[in-house]
């Protein structure tokens, strides 16, 4: 921690003067957009005994940036929403997904039940907290069953965004899964599928059209809800008819 004090207070900020001659000064982070957890979730269970990211997050909120995002999936983090609080503009993004629990067992062991999720969606949003929703990983034959359960959440919660992403087909996230899945029922419909790429495709355009029918019928007026497909590049606002 003290190695990151002392970088941040080293970085350069880029000044545009009324003339728009350019100059530097610092430190940076008033200006600048920090984001943390997009590889790896900050809120490890170790986290409750090492406090690390709650200390780095005290030392953002000593020298405060322009923005603040944390990507995570852990209860943990509402122990720090005292912080979240107080730091300007400050974004969590909490990955839930749509996976039956003996499903998300196999592939996700140390990640939370879907309702201790959108518990802690809830407690963010109590807290005056800018929440975004990743409603991911969804997987053919499993996720279907919670689109309206899902809709019908994010609208009551009124989170800010949301994103309904399908996963993604690549050679190592397929053998991961069949690697995970061996021995669950449903594990041969699930890759056989996601292998065929015209039935796969086929398969999230009509998941995402489930997905906007049933947010059409509950929706929350202030949520930006997003169908995504990041293979194909596509991000379909719901609202668009």
Known sequence: MDRLAKEMAR???????KKGVVKWSGPALQDARIVMGTMTDPYQP??????????????LEANPPKKVGIFTRSPIAARDIDIFKRLPD???????????????????PVSVTMKAGLRLV???????????????????????????????????????EFFVDPMQPYAQSLEK?????????????????MSDKPKYEAWKDQFHADWIK????????????????????????????
Not at 11 to 17: D, E, N, R, S, Y
Not at 139 to 150: D, H, I, W
Not at 214 to 241: F, V, Y
């Open 177 to 193: 899964v069949r690697e995970c899945l061996k021995g669950h029922p449903k594990a041969d419909a699930i890759i056989n599928l």
């Open 90 to 108: 400050m974004h969590i993004h909490i990955t839930v997904s749509p996976l039956p629990q003996d499903i998300k067992r196999m592939l996700e």
């Open 11 to 17: 970085l350069p900020i880029v000044k545009k003067t």
């Open 122 to 160: 809830e407690k963010m949003k109590n807290a005056g907290i800018k929440t975004n929703v990743n409603v991911a990983p969804a997987l053919p034959f499993v996720s279907e069953q919670f689109t309206r359960f899902m809709a019908d959440e994010l609208a009551r919660l009124k989170v800010d």
């Open 46 to 59: 170790i986290e409750k005994k090492l406090l690390l990211t709650r200390s780095a997050l005290e030392i």
């Open 214 to 241: 049933a947010w059409d019928q509950s929706k929350s007026p202030n949520t930006l809800a997003i169908a995504c497909d990041h293979e194909r590049g596509i991000r379909k606002n719901m609202a668009d008819k």
